[in-house]
């Protein structure tokens, strides 16, 4: 299993980003797939997860209205827009193939900041 995400970077808030995931090494399109992520000094934290066929969307509420999780499984990528950021939504942000995160890829940095 390969997860490898990318499109992190530094935005002042009130911006925009959008993360990609690459996935290889398993069947991504009957895969549920998950955005976690972990801030500095705290644990990691559930961002986003979507069914294997993109039809339904589950939101922590810290990003509800805001973040919008989707996927191209002829790609097999994975996305996760990112609108209205505020400076607490930064952290490292990992693709993952279950909730807990604990098989996810290296993380892409995110730094929310005026």
Same mark, same amino acid.
């Given at each position: %299993?390969?997860? %490898?995400? +990318?499109?992190?970077?530094? %935005?002042?808030?009130?911006?925009?980003?959008?993360?990609?995931?690459?996935?290889?090494?398993?069947t991504?399109?009957? $895969?549920?797939?998950?955005?976690?992520?972990?801030?500095?000094?705290?644990?990691?934290?559930?961002? &986003?997860?979507?069914? +294997?066929?993109?039809? $339904?969307? #589950?939101?922590?509420?810290?990003?509800?209205?805001?973040?919008?999780?989707?996927?191209?499984?002829?790609?097999?990528?994975?996305?996760?827009?990112m609108? +209205?950021?505020?400076?607490?939504?930064?952290?490292? #942000?990992?693709?993952?193939?279950?909730?807990?995160?604990?098989?996810?890829? $290296?993380?892409? $940095? !995110?730094? !929310? &900041?005026?």
């Amino acid at each position: %299993v390969q997860l %490898v995400e +990318s499109g992190g970077g530094l %935005v002042q808030p009130g911006g925009s980003l959008r993360l990609s995931c690459a996935a290889s090494g398993f069947t991504f399109s009957t $895969q549920r797939m998950h955005w976690v992520r972990q801030a500095p000094g705290k644990g990691l934290e559930w961002v &986003s997860g979507i069914n +294997s066929a993109g039809t $339904q969307t #589950y939101y922590a509420d810290s990003v509800k209205g805001r973040f919008t999780i989707s996927r191209d499984n002829t790609k097999n990528t994975l996305y996760l827009q990112m609108n +209205s950021l505020k400076t607490e939504d930064t952290a490292v #942000y990992y693709c993952a193939t279950d909730p807990g995160g604990a098989l996810r890829g $290296q993380g892409a $940095q !995110v730094t !929310v &900041s005026s």
